[in-house]
């Protein structure tokens, strides 16, 4: 493989693993109700990006 496609991959890799860190420090902190209220914080950001998008 060439050096671009591992340093992306190992990336990719590097971020999911601090979003799943995050993810648990949530719910640790604040219960199942936080990790709802996060996920769906995080739904209203993905449209409201899709749509000043288009």
Do not use: D
């Not at 990336?11 to 993810?23: G, I, S």
């Not at 420090?25 to 998008?53: C, D, K, N, P």
């Amino acid at each position: 493989m060439r050096p671009v496609i591992l340093i992306c991959i190992a990336a990719y890799a590097a971020a999911m693993e601090a979003v799943n860190l995050a993810a648990h420090q949530i719910v640790g902190h604040f219960g199942v109700i936080g990790g709802l209220v996060t996920i769906a914080a995080m739904y209203g950001a993905a449209v409201y990006s899709e749509r000043r998008r288009l």
